[in-house]
């Protein structure tokens, strides 16, 4: 069991989710989040008065899944998110040491779906 981490833009939300859904991931967290990478924010100018942002927008997406669907993830993750621009996301994999589904009581890769 691995937990699927992606940060990517909010504008690319709605691919992400159409190209997961096509591999037949549907489950999933989605949370706005704050951060910067390679793009190191943005200079903007209000009121006349020049400002850095450095935290920018994102959205945070995690799905725990089954071993035998990590590579599909991914590359649905990676197939909705990139533009080719700086700033399309990353993705993290972390091990999943145990899951519980509370309705059912059902633990390890069951729990996962």
Known sequence: MKLVIAYIQPDRLHHVKKALADEGVTRMSVTNALGCGQ??????TYRGAEFEVQ????IRVEIAVND???????DAI???ARTGEFGDG???VVELGECYRIRTGESGSPAVG
């Not at 035998?68 to 991914?74: A, F, G, K, Q, S």
């Open 39 to 44: 793009q190191r924010g943005f200079t903007e």
């Open 90 to 92: 990353v993705i993290f």
């Open 68 to 74: 035998d669907y990590l590579e599909r993830t991914r």
């Open 78 to 80: 990676i197939r909705g």
């Open 55 to 58: 935290l920018l927008k994102k």
